[in-house]
């Protein structure tokens, strides 16, 4: 069965090697979302603040003295799963960084890719539990967002079921999003897509019907 990202590219009308960074993007925040399920199934909400605050220290310190030495030695301190958590981050950022050690940290703007990857992993972990739809899906569906507008130039577009072209009608971005989402294994309805990204914008999740 064929991804449903290939059929992307008619929609898009995007330069191939910007459609090739584009879905590059969305594959990397595909497979960080599926690495996140897993890392939530396998855990309480108990054991995230620990890890958040190992994130956070770090955070503050690259505000205080971004140099090469004092990353690398808070680096070596860090428990695994922070680790995995900044690398995560880091393969998602434009372009993405493969993992820490391939970071120069003698380049200012490495090492302000790193306390943006650091401080988007504690902003994760930081999330309150409970609610309708977890951090990693929420976490997606922005990204997908962030994504969009770097390939295009242009605000992610949402319709509406009143919209003149009909309730089926759906912008680029709408079917961007719901391609994302089937491919990682959460497929919505266009409409439940819409409402997941609007309630991401408004920092209010809700509770959706596929």
């Known amino acids: 069965m064929p991804s449903p990202l290939a059929a992307l590219s008619d929609r898009l009308r995007l330069p191939r090697d910007e459609l090739d960074r584009f879905t590059g993007a969305l594959a990397r925040a595909i497979e960080t979302y599926r690495w996140a399920k897993q890392w939530e199934a396998r855990h309480s909400t108990e054991g995230a603040p620990a890890i958040a605050r190992q994130l956070d220290s770090f955070h503050r310190s690259l505000g205080r003295t971004a140099t090469m030495r004092s990353a690398a ?3 070596a301190g860090l428990s695994q799963e922070s680790r995995i958590f900044i690398e995560m981050r880091l393969r998602m950022a434009d372009p993405p960084r493969a993992s820490f050690a391939k970071l120069d940290l003698d380049d200012a703007s490495d090492l302000a890719v790193l306390r943006d990857a650091v401080g988007a992993a504690r902003r994760w972990l930081g999330e309150k539990p409970g609610r309708a739809h977890g951090p990693a ?9 962030r994504a969009y507008r770097r390939a295009t130039g242009k605000r992610p577009g949402l319709s509406s079921s009143e919209a003149v072209a009909g309730p089926g009608y759906a912008t680029p971005f709408e079917e961007v999003l719901v391609a994302v989402l089937a491919e990682a294994g959460m497929p919505l309805s266009l409409e439940a897509a819409r409402s997941l990204y609007r309630a991401e914008l408004r920092g209010k999740p809700k509770k959706l019907q596929p």
């Open 73 to 75: 030695k808070h680096w």
């Open 137 to 145: 899906i929420r976490e997606l569906v922005a990204e997908v967002g």
